[in-house]
Every structure is written in structure tokens, then in C-alpha cells.
């Protein structure tokens, strides 16, 4: 069973900062992309940003220059490094990863319970 669980969520000042951990566990074959998303109180869930199996990246723009993302592809982590945080990033934050289970034929979309992230003073 594949599971993907979160962490580092809190309640911060602004202009303060967080680490987000996603660590995926379970009898894993490959791990494609990762990611986060968040949703907040009344808005659909959006995507913050990616990262390729190689490193490649990408951003939400009211993130970029701010959050930066990264994976230990040894540990089947991503993490999301949260700094200038605003109120406006108040959300629970989710992990996504497409894995390769062992014994699946194909690769399958995974979703962590999501991490609250409160900005606030």
C-alpha cells in the first residue's frame, strides 16, 4: 500500500517560513512527479509547484521567488521550502506524486491527507 504523508505545517508570522516534507512509503517501484497543491477555505485546490524525476521545476506564479521545491529521490521525499510567507498562503498543503507501485503495470496518483499552513500574526 502506497502512502504519501506530510509534514512541517504550522501556524507562522509574516514574512516567516516553513518546511514542507512528503515523504512516500510503501512497496514503490519509480516515482515520476511530485508536487503540492493547496487549497484554501472556499477556493479550489491550485498547484504551487513540481518537480520532474530529474529536477525539473515549475511554479505557481504568486509563489514564485518565495517557496522552492526539491526531492531526495534516495528517500522518496519532496520537500517545499515556504519563505516571505504572506496570509494570502493561508491553505492546507498537499503532496501529489504519480508512483510505480511494485507489481503495477502503470503509474498511479497518489495524495497525501494535506498539512495546514496558517500565516498569521
Known amino acids: 500500500q502506497v502512502q504519501l504523508v506530510e509534514s512541517g505545517g504550522g501556524l507562522v508570522q509574516p514574512g516567516g517560513s516553513l518546511r514542507l516534507s512528503c515523504a512516500a512509503s510503501?512497496?514503490?517501484?519509480?516515482?515520476?512527479?511530485m508536487g503540492w497543491y493547496r487549497q484554501a477555505p472556499g477556493k479550489q485546490r491550485e498547484l504551487v509547484a513540481g518537480i520532474t524525476s530529474g529536477g525539473g521545476t515549475n511554479y505557481a506564479d504568486s509563489v514564485k521567488d518565495r517557496f522552492t521545491v526539491s526531492r531526495d529521490n534516495a528517500k522518496n521525499t519532496v520537500y517545499l521550502q515556504l519563505n516571505s510567507l504572506k496570509p494570502d498562503d493561508t491553505a492546507v498543503y498537499y503532496c501529489?506524486?504519480?508512483?510505480?507501485?511494485?507489481?503495477?503495470?502503470?503509474?498511479?496518483?497518489?495524495w497525501g491527507r494535506g498539512t495546514q499552513v496558517t500565516v498569521s500574526s
Open positions: 501529489n506524486a504519480d508512483i510505480l507501485a511494485a507489481g503495477w503495470a502503470r503509474y498511479m496518483n497518489y
Open positions: 510503501g512497496s514503490i517501484f519509480s516515482i515520476n512527479a
